[in-house]
């Protein structure tokens, strides 16, 4: 987008917006998460216009080396054209907001005895206390992604703690992002002759919006998720943005229950034009470099406080991720915590949390047949107060729901916060979006799907939990919701939902809970089936499930707890099998080889990733430290079950 023409307003907002810096932010979580803004009435519908939106144009060709049959070992040399259009990672890991964000949780954070934790009494039932016998699911790829030990074309960068790991495959690539960095690699097939070259990467994930001005450009913000839109063979990109636009104000009050919904103010009028290409500046000097005299100091500005948020979101116009792509940013009134995409026919819905300490959701979904086709999308949100974590259903595979049939989103129960650990019920609400009349626009529910009961693992976020080997340093369990994505699948007339959390289990170590709903002909969420998986003392934790064409269920997570380092395995499920096991015997993905001690955010979550091509393939991404490393690197696998085979 060429923004040369811009007003001085959206100029100067952007001049603040670069200039809000980590205090900036540091301030901002104290007013707005730590000390709750006023309370906001829920079940209102608010409608938003994309304030810009734009084609961009390619983020950089591959480099032809890398075709069927050619030696890839010379990615590293690529041409320099192609290098230069790609924003690098700058050498000091810049000191934003999402930095500021992780000493402040971390330095909050309880600590969590070592002993004995609660169980609820029927909790145990329905533990899975063996390994499976039956042969584990196979591992046909693997390979190191993001992280330390990394290098692609645009070199190496530190990655941040936690890893929010986000993993998408279409027919020829994979793409991830790390927390606020983004790699595309190969994969084998009719593009490629091998798995995991690096094409592109590290680079910022802003990248993907470069020319489009605004805070997408500006801001390279963390928590960014990449999905692939296997209905439309698309890649889509959200970015959050997690601190203030001065010039995006929205000075109405806040929606009140019962009332229509309403278009929010436009921040900056859409400006869509040609975009540049990518730019990677100048390498940056390394960090001992010594100042010559004369040199600025950079000081930090003062806080932004006004203004609103926003929600960057890219769709690419093909099937390949180099783009170019459709390009929006959508306002967002409350803090845009933990965007969640998921893809429906009629929308992307992207949930949102307002903040560590407030127990309020966001829920929204985008037009994405108007983003498809680069046209003026909206945005339609809904406020929903007392809730856990939202996640919405997103669909795998090409079977469709049935026609209008409205999204399920889905949430775990208890309340941290207010230290209400257990539950035993998963709490389902229906969305349905109507784009031609938004008061038709509704969030309905919750209602309670009763579950064996549960109590989060280690008490839920934050806390220490996971013993290491050589450390008192122990890891965050994230056990208090439904982290990871939650899954749709239909085969044939059957609509399965699944969905998995972390418990506290019998053995005292930790179990992933996980369950699969079926939808009945009212189609109302029924359980269907449920499990812990508990083989024995250690800790099994932040899981990311997925359904294959078969109805099989994969499922990977991170596995740990002294003496074993953190590590990622998978475990699996034929369709057939009993209800409530995981018979195939655990797959080692990655062994870990250190203990993680400079921060106890682990992941924070890792993702799975159906493959398009064969719609058998159940890719996943997660953490393990490397021998002698401070920080972590991401192993990326790809699993397939014994009964799901290519062309089947």
Known sequence: MTRGSLPRRALLATVGLLAGGALAYRELRHRIVLDPPPPAQSGAVRVGHAVSHDMSGPLAQPDASVKQGVDTDRLADTDARVHSQALAPRADAEHDEESEREAELSSHAPATSAGRRRVPARSAGIEQTAQGSAPAAEL????????????????????????????????????????????????????????????????????VFKGFGGPCEARNNGDAVVRYDQLADRWLIVMPIFSRIPDQIDDRDAPKGGEPARHSQRGVTPQPGAADRLFQPEPAPPPDTVRAPGDTIRRRPAPVTTGSYAMCYAVSTTADPFGPYYRYEFIRPLFPDYPRPAVWPDGYYVPSSTGDEVIQKHACVVDRMKMLIGGDATEQCVIVDGVNFLN????????????????????????????????????????????????????????KIPVAPYHYLCDGQLTSCVSQPGTDRRLDAQGDKLMARVVYRRIGNQESIVAVHSVNTAAAGGGVRWYEFRLDAARRVKLYQQGTYAPDTAFRWMASPAMDNKGNIGIGYSFGGTPEFAGQRFAARMAGDAKGRLPLHETVLVEGEAAQTNTLRWEDYAQTAVDPSDDCTIWYVGDYVKRDAINYSTRIGAFRMPSCRPGQ
């Open 392 to 447: 919405n259903a997103d669909l795998d595979g090409r079977q469709l729901p049935p026609r209008g049939a409205p999204n399920i989103v889905l949430a775990a129960g208890g309340t941290q916060l207010k230290k209400v650990m257990e539950d035993d019920g998963i709490y389902a609400w229906t969305f349905h979006v109507d784009w031609a009349d938004s008061s038709k626009t509704k969030l309905v529910g919750p209602t």
């Open 140 to 207: 046909i790829a693997s390979f190191d992604g993001l992280g330390v030990g990394f290098t692609g074309p645009q070199g190496s960068a530190t990655t941040r703690n936690p890893s929010d790991n986000s993993l998408a495959v279409g027919r020829d690539h994979i793409v991830q992002i790390v927390n606020t960095r983004m790699a595309i690699f190969t994969k084998k097939g009719k593009q490629f002759p091998t798995t995991g070259r690096a094409l592109y990467g590290p680079v910022e994930t802003r990248n």
